[in-house]
Structure formats: structure tokens, C-alpha cells
């Protein structure tokens, strides 16, 4: 038995909705935790048209990377920011906004125009399902082989940066006044200076 | 054409899963009792009694677990088609998938020796 059209086109319309409804709210909330939550909305969404176009992989793999591992790393950047402070106001701040708007007005034009403009040829060729990710595989190991390595090198470098950067190399001098350094109101913050091993 | 077989669990599953929190807030709604006190607006009702506030700077340790479980969460995504075409694919690409994995390897031991995998 297969969904019928019906379920298909009302599940493209929920899931539209939510992904424009959650868009709109990561630009306009103020609170940027919500905004970052919404954005993992925004993910999920992706992920279910990606089921909708028969492509399970990529929605697994956009579930996975996307909504576990990105919008984990946005959250706990917005956690290792300090609390939020009043901003003073930017003069001309309407000079800024009228910009940006411009430049992004112009790029959705473009987009929109370049997708109108496009030939959709659609492909009359059977639907792989789940024989796809067979085929996935067998691109990464013929074709597509040094840009799979290449990827492992990458991560590697990523996590070897991370830890570079993470790293506490500083231990302070006996005696040293640290309280000018932080005014954490963490309960474990002066624990991590004493931490760590070479 | 339009084949997604096999998804009707996977739409019965998610109908019940967005149930469940509906029908557990609704339900508590309409159990617990009504009086209201000072103690029933705290956090843990009978438990610590919360200082400060709730926005405070994270350590940056958990953005290193977090990134750590990134990186290997991308390799998990990238040897899931190689598992599953194993058969087609012979000896050559489990050589090749060895040499993916033994990259990622060094960085594993790169952060185990500087310590990045401990709570020190």
C-alpha cells in the first residue's frame, strides 16, 4: 500500500508551514536560544521533504548532522556566551537595515528568477528507494574517492583545531589575582584553572 | 511518481509521538490540584532552591565533548553506504574505509592524549 497523493501533498503543505513559520521566528525572536531551537525545526522540516523525495539517507543523514551535531555545536556557542548584555543603539542603524535588505531582496530575486528560469527536466527513470544507498556507497569508493578521504582529513583537522583552541594552556602563578579575569557567577569556574595535564 | 512504501508505521509512529506530550500536559492539567502557593512556582518543588539566574557561561569542556561527538557522528553518516554496499564492494574499498577510519583514529588519540576526553 502507498500514501496517496493526498497525504503527500498535505504533508508538503505542513511541512512548509513549519519551516517558514520557525524561519521567520529565528529572525525576528529576540531571545536567540528560542531562535537557535526553531532552527532545529527549520532541520527537521528539511528532513521531511527530503522522505517526501523518496531520499531516506539524506534525510537520516540530515537529521544526524544538521539537527544532532550543528544546531548541538550553535547551542552550546550561545551557552559559552557570557550573559546578555543592553546593547547601546547604533546610529543610522536604518542605513545598515535598508542594505541588507537590498542585498537580500536582490539575492531572493535572483534565486526565484534562476528557479522559473530552470528546465526542470523530470526524470522518467525508476525511483532507486533503498537500492540508492547501495549506489551511494559504490560512488565513494570509485568515483567520488578522494573527496571521502579528503572529508576524514578535514574532521580531523576540525577536531585537532577544536582542541587546540579549547585547551586551557594557562595555568596561573601562585598567588596571581584572578578575579579581575572573570566575574562568573559559575559555582565550578575556579576549579578548571587547577584541572588539566600536559 | 510518488512511492514512499513502507512509511506508515513511520506516520502512525510520529501521530503518537506528537500525542503523547499533548495528552500528558492535558492530563496533568486536569489531575493536579488546583490550590497555588509560593513553593509550587519554584523549580523543583521540595527541592534546592535555585540561586541566580538561569543564563550563565557554560565551560568551554562541554563544547569539546560536543565537538568531539560531531566529528564522529559525521564519520558514523559517512561509513553507514559503505556498510550496507559491503558485499559490492570488495576488498579494495574496506582498504580504503580502513584508511578513512585510521585518519579519524589519530585525531581520536590526539584528543585522548591532550586529555580532551577527560573531566579533569
Known amino acids: ?198 | 511518481m510518488f512511492v514512499l512504501s513502507g512509511y506508515e508505521y513511520f506516520l502512525g509512529f510520529l501521530l503518537v509521538c506528537s500525542a503523547v506530550p499533548a495528552i500528558a500536559i492535558i492530563s496533568s492539567q486536569l489531575l493536579r490540584p488546583k490550590r497555588q502557593g509560593v513553593e509550587r512556582r519554584t523549580t523543583y518543588e521540595s527541592g534546592m532552591e535555585p540561586i541566580g539566574g538561569a543564563w550563565i557561561q557554560f565551560n568551554i569542556r562541554y563544547y569539546m565533548f560536543s565537538l568531539v561527538f560531531v566529528i564522529f557522528d559525521v564519520e558514523t553518516v559517512f561509513l553507514y553506504p559503505w556498510a550496507v554496499a559491503f558485499n559490492q564492494l570488495g576488498l579494495l574499498a574496506f582498504a580504503e574505509a580502513l584508511v578513512f577510519i585510521a585518519i579519524l583514529v589519530i585525531g581520536l588519540v590526539y584528543a585522548w592524549r591532550k586529555g580532551a576526553l577527560e573531566w579533569s
Open chain 1, 1 to 198: 500500500m502507498n500514501l496517496a497523493e493526498g497525504v503527500q501533498i498535505v504533508s508538503f503543505g505542513i511541512l512548509a508551514f513549519m519551516m517558514l513559520a520557525s524561519a521567520i521566528g529565528v529572525v525576528l525572536l529576540n531571545n536567540i536560544v528560542y531562535s537557535a531551537f526553531l532552527l532545529g525545526v527549520v532541520f527537521v522540516s528539511i528532513s521531511g521533504l527530503y522522505i517526501l523525495l523518496n531520499a531516506a539517507f539524506v534525510a537520516a543523514a540530515q537529521i544526524l548532522i544538521y539537527v544532532g551535531a550543528v544546531n548541538v555545536l550553535i547551542l552550546f556557542g550561545i551557552m559559552l556566551v557570557n550573559k546578555r548584555r543592553d546593547f547601546a543603539r547604533i546610529p543610522n542603524a536604518w542605513l545598515n537595515q535598508g542594505v541588507t535588505a537590498l542585498v537580500c531582496g536582490g539575492l531572493f530575486a535572483l534565486l526565484s528568477s534562476m528557479i522559473i528560469a530552470t528546465p526542470w527536466s523530470i526524470s522518467t527513470a525508476p525511483i532507486a528507494g533503498d537500492a540508492a544507498l547501495v549506489e551511494i556507497g559504490k560512488h565513494f569508493f570509485t568515483d567520488f574517492l578522494l573527496p571521502f578521504e579528503l572529508a576524514s582529513v578535514l574532521l580531523l583537522m576540525a577536531l585537532i583545531g577544536a582542541i587546540v583552541i579549547a585547551r586551557r594552556e594557562f595555568f596561573p602563578e601562585e598567588g596571581e589575582d584572578l578575579s579581575a579575569e572573570s566575574n562568573l557567577t559559575l559555582p565550578e569556574r575556579p576549579r578548571e584553572l587547577t584541572g588539566g595535564r600536559r
